[in-house]
């Protein structure tokens, strides 16, 4: 091969790397740093890692000593305080906390649930058709608190 064909592919390596390393710049230049919420001023978006640890879980309140009320809330129905969230993405929901948990169904973004407990591993317990079911934190947007 001459040397000027040679030259000449390198060239239009150069150039195509080049063009590619240009693109990429700038998508990263232009991509969103935070999630657009549509809901009203009274929505937050939380990182699950700073919660103060008595948010964690929803609080009940202790039964009196001499509380004889038979009309008990019954256990598989959540709390009144039970907290609201959504998807930030489109986002799997798994039986299991772990990503190699099967999953139950792939959701759009903006899909609500109620939150059963936030935790410390990264991953949120959810109610889900009726039963637990997890999704992980970093897709989860807290509408209520």
């Known amino acids: 091969m001459k040397k000027s064909t040679i030259n000449a592919i390198l060239i239009s390596i ?8 240009c693109f ?3 998508c990263i230049a232009t991509r969103p740093r935070y999630v657009i919420v549509d809901e009203p001023d009274t929505a937050r978006i939380t990182e699950v890692a700073n919660f103060p640890e008595e948010t964690q879980q929803p609080a009940l309140p202790a039964p009196a000593a001499n509380d004889t009320d038979s009309t008990e809330t019954p256990v598989n129905e959540p709390p009144a305080s039970t907290m609201q969230g959504k998807t930030s993405t489109r986002v799997n929901i798994r039986n299991a906390a772990t990503e190699d948990a099967k999953v139950l169904e792939t959701v759009d973004e903006g899909t609500t649930f ?15 058709e009726g039963s637990e079911a997890y999704i992980s934190s970093s897709y989860v947007i807290i509408t209520n608190g």
Request: glycine share 4%.
């Open 14 to 21: 150069i150039t195509i790397m080049s063009v590619s390393i």
């Open 114 to 128: 109620d939150i059963l407990e936030i935790l410390d591993n990264g991953w949120t317990k959810i109610l889900y």
């Open 24 to 26: 990429l710049i700038f």
